[in-house]
């Protein structure tokens, strides 16, 4: 089946320490896109990118870090200067084109303790 | 931040139609009106999106006012699991802003029995 893949659904860390979202999909999607959604707010854009070797920041990078080595992968990184990361993160992908929609993964729950 | 107006919370019968108002009055004019879906917890998923038609698939409705700073979106016949955050959405439509979805904090759709 064609779709997006987030794993894991769960993540616990201590704080300080950086943590890997990985997202995946198979639907030949040039563009891929992080997400991050807080208690009872919208999707927030943290990095995005158009094409493989390329990305470019959101509204809120801050603290975040990703790769685009391979088009059907697009790692996130959290990184410890990240100062409020628990969160819902969300992964997205679509074609290079304003007319297609985004197509989202299942989603990764990070709790900083 | 959200290029879109949305109320807060409605709510609708089951069986009846519901339709969900969306202000949108600094599109631009090759900005796609998308409209998504949330539930709890759960990856946002992609309903309907339009340009200055109304358009129809097998899930909703969507009408454009002509000149296009609202839109509607109709659920025909509403289901209990069609209770949902549902995101209007305006999307870049090019350059930098090429793909991206800018969402609100949506309307929160109640359907009861």
């Known amino acids: 089946d064609g779709g997006i893949t987030q794993s894991p659904k769960y993540l616990f860390r201590k704080e300080g320490q950086n943590v890997t979202l990985s997202c995946e999909q198979n639907?030949?999607?040039?563009?891929m896109y992080w997400y991050r959604q807080d208690p009872g707010q919208g999707l927030r854009l943290i990095y995005y990118?158009?094409?493989?070797?390329?990305?470019q920041k959101g509204d809120i990078a801050e603290g975040y870090s990703v790769s685009r080595e391979k088009k059907e992968s697009f790692p996130l990184t959290v990184t410890s200067a990240q100062k409020n990361p628990t969160a819902f993160y969300l992964c997205?992908?679509?074609?290079?084109?304003?007319?297609?929609?985004?197509?989202f993964g299942p989603g990764t729950r990070l709790t900083v303790l | 931040d959200a290029k879109t107006t949305q109320p807060p919370s409605m709510d609708c019968a089951e069986g009846r139609a519901a339709n969900l108002p969306c202000n949108h009055s600094?599109?631009?004019?090759?900005?796609?009106v998308y409209w998504y879906r949330q539930i709890h917890s759960q990856g946002p998923q992609y309903i309907i999106h339009g340009l200055k038609n109304n358009e129809t698939n097998e899930m909703a409705s969507l009408i454009i006012t002509e000149d296009r700073k609202s839109s509607t979106l109709i659920l025909p016949h509403a289901t209990l699991r069609d209770t949902a955050v549902y995101y209007c959405i305006v999307s870049g439509n090019g350059g930098s802003t090429l793909g991206r979805l800018y969402f609100g904090r949506g309307t929160q759709l109640t359907v009861w029995p």
């Open positions: 990118s158009q094409i493989v070797n390329d990305f």
């Open positions: 639907l030949n999607h040039d563009a």
């Open positions: 600094t599109i631009s004019g090759n900005e796609y």
């Open positions: 997205a992908s679509s074609r290079r084109d304003p007319s297609h929609e985004q197509f």
